[in-house]
Antibody, heavy 116, light 107 residues
């Protein structure tokens, strides 16, 4: 069955960096677009970025453009989110999701806390 | 980015009643790339509806989606206690994939 497992979250100081990973199993990873979506504590869902098959097309939300970079490694069935210049408002649970007919499968998320 | 506004903010209903949730786009969606998700407390969002009106796998037929242009609706025909959740709409077109702010359904 489809499984997405995020990792790499944690506590980081403002201005710092983190790299999130998402390990995908149960489907042919290279055949699918993938997304990153986050949810701040007690808030709604915020789409961040998606990447096409092969990584040729990438889009970002304005809130993270220039600071976050999405990438994928199809050989290792993995999705990544490099996050730089982190701010307190980036504190959230970060989900990876398979982007198919919306986002049909989601991971359990990894918590990122930006605080001094 | 196409902004989506959901209403009402909270809907309080009884079991067996019908729930009607609205999602309004600031611009015409020139595609059918509109989805609805359910998120229960402490859980990951679950895809309910894609392509405006197609139910995702395993979703009961009491959930239905409709609409076109700028106005979209999620209808839950006969509410059950387990339908208590926050419901989000999302435009998953190109380039941005914005979410609405959510509607909380209390039963």
């Amino acid at each position: 069955q489809v499984q997405l497992v995020e990792s790499g979250g944690g506590l980081v100081k403002p201005g710092g960096s983190l790299r999130l990973s998402c390990a995908a199993t149960g489907f042919t990873f290279s055949d699918y677009y993938m997304s990153w979506i986050r949810q701040a504590p007690g808030k709604g869902l915020e789409w961040l970025s998606y990447i096409s098959r092969g990584g040729t097309t990438i889009y970002y939300a304005d809130s993270v453009k220039g600071r976050f970079t999405i990438s994928r490694d199809d050989a290792n069935n993995s999705l990544y989110l490099q996050m730089n210049s982190l701010r307190a408002e980036d504190t959230a649970i970060y989900y990876c999701a398979r982007r198919y007919s919306g986002n049909d499968f989601w991971g359990q998320g990894t918590l990122v806390t930006v605080s001094s | 980015e196409i902004m989506l506004t959901q209403s009402p903010g909270t809907l309080s209903l009884s079991p067996g009643e019908r729930a009607t949730l609205s999602c309004r786009a600031y611009e015409n969606l020139d595609s059918n790339y509109l989805a609805w998700y359910q998120q229960k407390p402490g859980q990951t969002p679950r895809l309910l509806i894609y392509g405006i009106s197609s139910r995702a796998a395993g979703i009961p037929d009491r959930f239905s989606g409709s609409g076109s242009g700028t106005d979209f609706t999620l209808t839950i025909s006969r509410l059950e206690p387990e339908d208590s959740a926050v419901y989000y709409c999302q435009h998953y077109g190109t380039p941005a994939n914005t979410f609405g702010q959510g509607t909380k359904v209390e039963i």
